[in-house]
Nanobody, 123 residues
C-alpha cells in the first residue's frame, strides 16, 4: 500500500505559477512511473503529465505542454508539477498517481492515487 499526499494548490491569477508536490509514504518506493491527472467541475478526469521514475523520461498532454514541467526527487519520494503561464481552464482538482506498470496516459495504469489538491486560476 502506498499513500500519496499532494500539496501546493491554491488560488492564482492567470499568467501566474504554482508548484504541486506529491509525497509517497512508503519507505521503499520504486514505481515504474508516476503521473498527474486533473478533474475540472462537470468534466471527466484527464491526463496531465507522467514520468518514468527510473530514467526521468516524461510526456505531457498537449494542453499543458511547454507550460508545465513534471519532475521527481527519488531521494525524497516526491513528485512535482511546476505549472507556469496558468490559464483559467487549468482550474481543477489535481491528483498524483503511482503506476507499477508504466507511465502512460490511461488512468487504469495507475494503482494508487492521492486525495487531490485544488488549483483555481482567476481571469
Amino acid at each position: 500500500q502506498v499513500q500519496l499526499v499532494e500539496s501546493g494548490g491554491g488560488l492564482v491569477q492567470a499568467g501566474g505559477s504554482l508548484r504541486l508536490s506529491c509525497v509517497a509514504s512508503r519507505r521503499t518506493f520504486s514505481p515504474y512511473g508516476m503521473g498527474w491527472f486533473r478533474q475540472a467541475p462537470g468534466k471527466e478526469r484527464e491526463f496531465v503529465a507522467a514520468i518514468n521514475w527510473n530514467d526521468g523520461n516524461t510526456h505531457y498532454a498537449d494542453s499543458v505542454k511547454d507550460r508545465f514541467i513534471i519532475s521527481r526527487d527519488s531521494a525524497k519520494n516526491t513528485l512535482y508539477l511546476q505549472m507556469n503561464s496558468l490559464k483559467p481552464e487549468d482550474t481543477a482538482v489535481y491528483y498524483c498517481a503511482v503506476s507499477p506498470v508504466g507511465y502512460g496516459r490511461s488512468e487504469w495504469e495507475y494503482a494508487y492515487w492521492g486525495q487531490g489538491t485544488q488549483v483555481t486560476v482567476s481571469s
